[in-house]
């Protein structure tokens, strides 16, 4: 049977749930043919069909990401997509893949980081989650640090005691008293409780 067959769209479910199984299934079998055929079903004509398929790439990268890296430069041509689903779907994918390939996305990191900056918030979730994974190679340490500090100055108030969070995970001494400077100024933008005692706590930290 086709992926086309199997996509929650083609058996008439609105649940994510038959997505997830092909995901599972393609992942055991090393299914590269499988892979081939989403890669393809992302310029299919029914947007729901895109969308399956963004999202079955996804939960395959998640579980074995080689299947996907192959197919790198396809999905990054998507972020320059009309479609809200497929910017966000795609960046979510590369996220699941960025341990197995951090050279191809630091490489491709201006399209990302373009992407980000008109994206949705799930857009930049992903794009600050992906710098936080580049990160961790310390040739682009220095570099995906100062992209994440921009990140900071810009976040939006819901979402920066988390991209604080994250970021402190591998901020280097160099980079904290910045850090500290950037969420000093604007800890009086984040009135919610919760979200402002988690951003004090951040803040914290890198002062001691």
Not at 20 to 33: M, P, R, S, V
Not at 74 to 88: A, D, I, P, Q
Not at 160 to 170: D, K, Q, R, S, V
Request: contains cysteine.
């Amino acid at each position: 049977m086709p992926v086309l067959d199997k996509l929650a769209t083609s058996l008439n479910r609105r649940d994510e749930e038959p997505n997830k199984q092909l995901a599972q299934t393609i992942a055991e079998a090393d299914d590269t043919e499988a892979v081939k055929e989403l890669v393809g079903l992302l310029q299919h004509k029914d947007k729901n069909i895109q969308s399956d398929a963004i999202k079955v790439l996804d939960e395959t990268g998640a579980l074995k990401p080689e299947l996907v890296v192959p197919y790198v430069s396809e999905l990054v041509t998507l972020l320059r997509s009309k479609n809200n689903r497929m910017v966000w779907g795609t960046m979510a994918a590369l996220s699941a893949i960025a341990p197995a390939a951090p050279t191809i996305l630091y490489d491709n990191l201006v399209a990302i980081l373009e992407a980000a900056a008109k994206g949705s918030v799930i857009t930049k979730d992903h794009t600050v989650k992906i710098l936080t994974i580049l990160a961790a190679t310390p040739a682009y340490t220095d570099d995906c640090i100062a992209l994440l500090l921009d990140q900071l100055k810009d976040a939006p108030v819901n979402q920066l005691p988390a991209y604080a969070e994250i970021t402190a995970t591998i901020v280097t001494p160099n980079y904290s008293q910045e850090m500290a400077r950037i969420l000093t100024q604007r800890l009086p933008e984040v009135t919610q409780g919760a979200k402002h005692r988690r951003l004090s706590k951040v803040l914290q930290k890198l002062q001691k």
